[in-house]
């Protein structure tokens, strides 16, 4: 098939075009800048982004199916704007072009922060409503629910055949931008001053893009697809310690204090004129639970998790090479050894 894949130059897209590539199809890539990668030299590129209509358009000839990747993610209000204009108008501009093109498939990468989301401990499933009275004060998932709602309305009011994907927090290497894995980096810098209390659930990109690759031709129509490994924090940075060496958080804290804490020390950084090293919504999205039940994709999609530990290793060896022992300051000379004997 001839495939549009928009955000290929992110961590999914640097994994999964190359599948799509090995599988004999026809990869198109729209964006800014040409791709770097070498497991991306093979793919169409096309200069431009989804603002430029005429761009967008003119990728989509002869295109029978579109995986649509494209996102902003972070955790500062300052970006709210960016990231509803990305997710939400750009989308809906796509959903247009994508109609008039006559696109046979379209594959949605949302994420499981749009259902696997609670303040409780409990594990999600697709079946669940958009917990919008949750994450309302968290500009990156309420976007996502908004782009993840407008698609699924859209396509099924022009019959356009989609399927939703909803991987945790990606991990594993690859990470170029450090976007998705700043959780480990933030534990390698030592930025994180307490335990935070809540539980996550990561995947490994690779594994995701697997999933990706199978979407083409199965997964449920208008279904939502969560994937992903369910881990306690504590269990998290826990492993991290024990393979990389740094010390996992010590201190531990009530949800409300470990917010607070967080809001005081970004006055106090902007009352020096400094950077806080963490941003009180980072801390917030911590003390809340992503557990979520991976087995719909398992069945639809074949995804598979691997072994979470070789995901982990992966990861931290991939930011080495992003960013070597001595340039992370928590190390303290630590993890160069470490990255030996590994």
């Known amino acids: 098939m001839k495939l549009l894949v928009t955000g290929g130059t992110g961590f999914l897209g640097t994994h999964l075009v190359p599948r799509l590539l090995e599988a004999g199809h026809e990869v198109r890539l729209i964006g800014r800048t040409r791709p770097s990668a070498p497991g991306l030299a093979r793919a169409e590129f096309v200069q431009g982004d989804l603002k430029n209509r005429e761009a967008v358009r003119g990728a989509l000839q002869g295109v029978e199916a579109v995986y649509h990747l494209a996102g902003l993610v972070s955790f500062q209000d300052k970006d709210a704007r960016r990231m509803y204009e990305l997710h939400v108008d750009c989308t809906r501009e796509l959903l247009r072009d994508v109609r008039e093109a006559g696109v046979k498939r379209f594959i949605l990468a949302s994420t499981s922060g749009t259902i696997a989301v609670s303040k409780e401990e409990r594990v999600g499933t697709e079946e669940d409503d958009y917990p919008i009275t949750v994450v309302g004060r968290w500009p990156y998932y309420l976007s996502k629910i908004y782009e993840e709602k407008l698609t699924l309305e859209y396509c099924r009011k022009h019959s356009i055949p989609l399927v939703?994907?909803?991987?945790?927090?990606?991990?594993?290497?690859?990470?170029?931008?450090?976007?998705?894995?700043?959780?480990?980096?933030?534990?390698?810098?030592g930025e994180l001053p307490a335990m935070p209390g809540g539980g996550m659930s990561f995947v490994d990109a690779r594994d995701a893009a697997e999933a990706f690759l199978n979407a083409l031709t199965r997964g449920e129509l208008y279904g939502r697809h969560l994937m992903g490994v369910n881990?306690?924090?504590?269990?998290?940075?826990d492993r991290l310690e024990r393979l990389t060496g740094v010390s996992a958080p010590r201190l531990r804290l009530p949800s409300q204090v470990n917010v607070m804490g967080a809001k005081?020390?970004?006055?106090?950084?902007?009352?020096?004129?400094?950077?806080?090293?963490?941003?009180?919504?980072e801390v917030d999205v911590g003390e809340h639970y992503f557990y979520l039940d991976a087995s719909k994709s398992e069945q639809e999609l074949g995804f598979?998790?691997?072994?979470?530990?070789?995901?982990?290793?992966?990861?931290?060896?991939?930011?080495?090479?992003k960013m070597p022992p001595q340039d992370l300051p928590g190390t303290k000379g630590r993890l160069a050894a470490k990255r030996d004997n590994t």
Do not use: C
């Open 264 to 281: 005081l020390l970004e006055r106090w950084a902007k009352f020096r004129g400094t950077q806080p090293q963490l941003d009180p919504q």
């Open 231 to 237: 881990m306690s924090m504590a269990d998290f940075f």
């Open 304 to 321: 598979r998790a691997r072994d979470p530990h070789e995901t982990l290793h992966d990861t931290v060896q991939y930011i080495f090479t």
């Open 164 to 189: 939703v994907l909803n991987p945790s927090l990606l991990m594993g290497p690859g990470d170029d931008r450090l976007s998705s894995t700043w959780t480990v980096v933030k534990f390698l810098n």
